[in-house]
Structures are given as C-alpha cells and as structure tokens.
C-alpha cells in the first residue's frame, strides 16, 4: 500500500468541534427559548433541561470527531466512524464519480470545508466528509484524481470519456466556459419575477403593515362596518389607490428581495469543463460547487419569461439521472447558465452536444385551445364566485370570458415541438416557457396517453420518459392529433431501437477488430 | 396483440368488491356520526352507502370486462408493447435495453386464480413500472427468463 502518497487514518479537522457546536447549540438551546419569550423566570425547568442536554451531546460530539478517521490508498477510500457501534465504510477509487468540496458561511469564517464523495452506483453509497481544511480538500482531491489516472491507464483501450474543449491531463487550467458579473447576476434577479417571491413579500407586507397603528384602525372600522359598507362609503378613486400603492408596494419589495436572493445563490456564477462533466460554482455567503456529468446528462431545459424573451435572455438548466443513476430518486436538475443571450446558450448546446436549435416548432391542434378554455372555466369558478359577491352583479363575470379566452389562445400559440437529429424538442409556457431538448437515445419508455375528453376531440398526448424527469419537468406533446401522435409515437420508438442497435453493432464490430 | 387471461376478471371483480366495502363502511361511519346529527341532512339513514353499493355493484359488474377487452400485450423484436385504458387509453413502449430488472408478484387473490403480475422496471422517473397483470404463473416465469435475456446493463 502506498502510504506516502495516501492518507492514512486522518481525523477531520480540529475546527469540525467548533463549527459541529455552532450548528447544534440552537437545538440545545431551544427549550430556553420558552423562557426568554415566556419571560417567566421560573421557568428554570427549561435550562435545566438545556444543561442536561448539552451534558449528554457536548461528549458525543467530542467522541464522533476522536472515533471518526479517514484513509484513501490506490485502491479505496476508507471511512471508519462509530463509538459503540464501530462502522467502516469502504468506496473504490474507481467508483467516486465525483468529489464535491462545500462551504457554507460558518465553514468560510472556519476556513475549512465539506468533501462529498459521490459514487455512481448505489445512492446510499456517499462519502461525506465534515469537515476538513481547505488545503486538506484539495489535497483529497488531488490524491484520488491521481490514483484514479493510475487506475485509468491500467486499463487501456476503454471507451474515452466526452470532451469538451482541449484539455490536457498535466494541464489543470480551469477551463471556464461561461461566467457571470455582479452586473449580470444583479440584472437577472431583477428579471426573474418568480411567483414564489412574490407570495413570500406579500406575507411579509402583511406582518409588517400589522404595526402601521393607522392600519389596524381602519382594518377594524373594514370588519364593523362589514366589507360592504366600507367599499360603498369610498369613492371609487380612493378604492383604486389603496389598491393599487398596495399592489405596487408588494410588487417593489418581492422585486427587491429577488434581486438580493438571486446574487446570494448566482454571485460569482461560473461553469467550468473538466473531463467528461461540467462544473457549476456559485453563491455570495456559501459557495456551492456541483457537477453535471455529461454521460448522465439527460435533458437540458431552456427558460425564460416574457421580459427576458424580449431582451433576448434565456435560462439553461440540465438535467442528470444523478450520481445514484437507475432508480431515479437521485435525478436532479441544475442550472447551466443562469442568464445569457440566446446565441451564447446556442452555442453551449452545440458543444455539449453538437445540436442546433430549431428556429420553428410544430404546432399542436388548435382544439387544445377548446379543451384549455373549459379547463380554466373550471378553474376560474371559485374566482368567478368571489367577483360575484364583491360586485353583486352578474354581468361582471363577462369580464373573465375574455380573459380565458386569451389564456387559452397563448397557450396554444406557445406549444410546440420539432425532431430534428436524434432529438426532441417541447415548448411549452408563456409566462414560464421551457423549451425542453432530449435526445432520442435517452428515452426510458413512451406513452401514448388520451383520455375520454381528448378522444372526443380525435386528440392525444405522447408521453417522453428519461431518467431524470424531475418533478414538474415531464416534456410531454399535449395534445396533438390522434394520427399524428401515433405516428410520432411509432416514429420516436423506430429511432431509438435504431439507434441501440446501431449502437450494439459498434460495439461488437469493435470488440471484433480487436481480436 | 395477446391477451390477458379471462380469469383476470375475476381478480378484478374480487378486488372491486373489496373497494366497495371498503367505502361503503366508511360512508356508513361518516353517516352515522356526522351526517345523522345534522338536521338539515335530507337523506334518510344509509343513503349513503347505498348510492356506494349501487354504484359500485354497477363499476363492478361492467368494468372488469371492459378492462380485459382493452388490455393488450405485445413482445415485439426489440420493445415491449402495452396498450391499456377504458376512459384513458395508454399505449406504452418499453425497450427492453431499457429493462432494469423484472418481478412476478402475486398477491393472494391472484394466488387463488393462479395468476401472478410482471413488474417491469425502467430507470423511467415517470411512468416507471410497468405492470402486466393477469398471467398464468408458468407463463410470467417464462417471459421473465424470457426478458431477462435482453436486459443488457445498459448506461442511463
């Protein structure tokens, strides 16, 4: 065994027991909350409950970190752990997919780091080292990348990994294809308008107009009187101010906190290719680093919304089947290029994986607008309900007929899919628009899915399933002519068995050469 | 196309009481704790449960033959074909590179038909079993020796 280059049964870094403290401390501490906001001195059962506690965890901390070593030779990466119960986990070198190195805010003020081994098989399989210091990390890396070059030229003659650009192995120059500035990120969280937010700020605009002491009067004289009444006694002019300073003051401060959000996660944005993945580093107080594995690498989803269309400004996220790979749960997604001109996300794709956008999509059959319309009818009754109540008139509810009318029209207009080149693509959305490519030799299984409304109408829906069809990202053709659907249903299936067998025939056609 | 086997329906049929009774206790419950203290409630005691038996006597006595004239199977070249679905029809495709591995599971309703399920797995997130009910035991056995010829590991 080769001990001078390894690492042999190292413990973790002395600094582990000050940040395990910092991040346990509040559960410890939590029942003397009860007293500080009760402000009942004696409560003094709570402390006693705290001390008993930290009497119990402080020595299980010290023992985890003293129990706790790590060792990496040519061959594997051992991790022993356990007090009692003694646990030694061993991961072949080979396996480790990937190393990630993380540091949160208390881990920067540390100067140490989290290091994540993920391995390609089984998902419970992980290595999680927390916490060493950073050049610890580092050298980790540097140990296991070197062992695995070893273990790599062994075996020679095995498939080459995708690249990207030239990089030589000596040659460690990040090789960075896309990063962002503070200007950038700044203009991106102030074009993002993600709902999420918006409901967030309109939470904390209701906390905080709670001590406006003019407020709460008026909200009071609102309930005595009864809704009604109050709307009756304002003029029409003042009703659409309030409503409107209030609208526009929500809007202001979810604009303002999305902003800030968006430069905490994107600052410093950068993405980088290393062999065979592309690595992702971002994040203003704790930096996150991820990898995207190219051979897991499934679908790759553009977005945008109607600001950042007319600017030219698009999203790009991939989606992996995730280090675990088979089962799914591991499947994740993870934003490429948060923000970028369609030109520089074009010519991403075309390097990852030499496709070009089409410029025009097939439309699906306009009888989608018929059946969205009804939908929204639908989904509009609760809506339509309250208009009623609030106006006491009928005629208010024709005000929505227009309104779903158009929904369903933009919903149609803005659907579409083409194949082009072995892949798929599906545009869907106005407000949120993803326009998701898969490559047809991705493909899990295909469903051909109508139901008894969409035969009615002669309609049906194809299904594309890969291994990393994260929740709420399915890329589905809705609704689309029932003839058409069978023959793209048929058509994607050709392909695909094709493109194995095309596949298979390389390969044996290889192994054949090479006899 | 192949067909399940007929006795499917009894399966089905078994398990389509079950559900009924199962609803129908728990409608019976809320009936008589809830709905019967109301004053305002215009049913009688029981109404409940029987518009559950009723309607489910009817589910029960049409839908297992209507499932089982829609239920089709296919082993083709190189995937599995399945086309399924009364009110929505579902047509899927399974390569079987794409297989990761197979189950017969028979519970013990199947066991009393001798019956088992063929479980297929997909590394698919979405649609990701696919289900084969109603096979005659040897026969599952067969086509799970059968698949497991062609499930080849295979990357994702």
């Given at each position: 065994m080769n001990h001078e280059n390894g690492i042999w049964e190292k413990r973790l870094h002395p600094l582990t027991l000050v940040y395990r403290l910092i991040t346990t401390l509040p559960n410890i501490a939590f029942p003397i909350v009860f007293v500080l906001y009760g402000g009942n001195t004696e409560d003094w059962i709570y402390i006693i409950i705290s001390i008993l506690l930290g009497f119990f965890v402080l020595p299980g901390l010290f023992l985890n970190y003293y129990y706790f070593d790590y060792s990496i030779t040519d061959s594997e990466v051992i991790i022993r752990s356990g007090i009692f119960s003694k646990k030694e986990r061993h991961i072949k070198i080979e396996r480790i997919q990937n190393i990630s190195v993380t540091q949160n805010f208390i881990h920067k003020i540390l100067n140490i780091a989290k290091v994540q081994l993920e391995t390609a098989?089984?998902?419970?399989?992980e290595g999680v080292l927390?916490?060493?210091?950073k050049a610890d990390a580092h050298h980790i890396k540097e140990v296991v990348k070197a062992y695995q070059n070893e273990k790599e030229a062994e075996k020679t003659g095995e498939n080459a990994e995708l690249l990207i650009g030239n990089e030589s192995k000596?040659?460690?120059?990040e090789n960075v294809i896309f990063s962002m500035s503070l200007m950038d990120t700044i203009r991106y969280g102030a074009l993002r308008f993600r709902p999420v937010v918006l409901a967030a700020s309109a939470w904390i605009f209701s906390m905080v107009s709670q001590f406006s002491p003019k407020w709460t009067e008026q909200l009071e004289q609102i309930l005595e009187s009864g809704y009604k009444d109050y709307i009756k006694q304002l003029d029409v002019f003042m009703i659409t101010l309030y409503v409107l300073l209030g609208v526009f003051s929500i809007l202001f401060i979810s604009w303002l906190i999305d902003i800030l959000l968006t430069v905490n996660t994107y600052h410093k944005f950068k993405l980088v290719s290393e062999r065979g993945k592309l690595v992702t580093s971002q994040g203003l107080f704790s930096t996150r680093i991820s990898a995207i594995p190219l051979k897991k690498l499934q679908m790759m989803v553009i977005k945008s919304n109607p600001i950042t269309r007319k600017l030219n400004f698009f999203r790009l996220d991939m989606q992996t089947a995730?280090?675990?790979?088979?089962?799914?749960?591991?499947a994740k997604s993870e934003t490429a290029i948060p923000f970028a001109k369609i030109s520089q996300i074009k010519d991403i794709i075309q390097r990852i994986r030499g496709v070009e956008l089409p410029f025009e999509f097939n439309k699906v059959s306009p009888k989608t607008i018929r059946r969205a319309a009804i939908r929204y009818l639908f989904y509009s009754v609760p809506f339509g309900f309250a208009l009623y109540f609030s106006f006491d008139s009928f005629w208010i509810l024709l005000v929505l007929i227009p309104i779903i009318a158009f929904a369903a029209y933009i919903r149609y207009q803005y659907r579409g899919y083409n194949v082009i080149d072995d892949q798929i693509f599906v545009k869907q959305g106005f407000w949120f628009q993803k326009i998701s490519v898969i490559p047809i030799e991705k493909i899990q299984t295909l469903h051909k899915r109508s139901t008894y409304f969409q035969r009615r109408l002669d309609l049906a829906t194809v299904e594309i399933d890969t291994a990393a069809t994260v929740y709420g990202s399915d890329a589905s053709i809705i609704d689309i002519d029932e003839e058409v659907a069978t023959e793209i249903f048929d058509e994607l299936n050709r392909l695909f068995i094709e493109n194995k067998n095309m596949q298979k025939a390389e390969k044996t056609q290889q192994t054949n050469t090479e006899l | 196309m192949m067909q399940l086997n007929p006795d499917v329906k009894s399966v089905w049929i078994i398990y389509y009481i079950r559900r009924t009774l199962f609803l129908m206790a728990i409608t019976l419950a809320v009936d008589y704790f809830i709905f019967s203290d109301l004053e305002k409630w215009p049913f009688f005691f029981g109404f409940l449960p029987l518009l559950i038996f009723i309607l489910g006597g009817i589910y029960t006595i049409v839908f297992p033959k209507l499932k089982y004239n829609n239920w089709f199977f296919e082993l083709k070249d190189d995937e599995l074909q399945l086309k399924r679905g009364v009110i929505t029809k579902i047509d899927s495709t399974a390569p079987y590179c794409r297989i990761q591995h197979i189950d017969i599971a028979q519970n013990i309703v199947e066991r009393m038909f001798g019956l088992s399920s063929l479980v297929i797995y997909t590394?698919?997130?979405?649609?990701a079993d696919l289900v084969i009910p109603g096979l005659p035991h040897y026969y599952a056995q067969e086509l799970q020796s059968k698949l497991k010829e062609y499930t080849i590991e295979d990357a994702v």
């Open positions: 098989g089984d998902a419970t399989t927390d916490s060493v210091s000596e040659e460690e120059d995730g280090f675990g790979g088979g089962d799914g749960s591991k | 590394a698919g997130t979405k649609g």
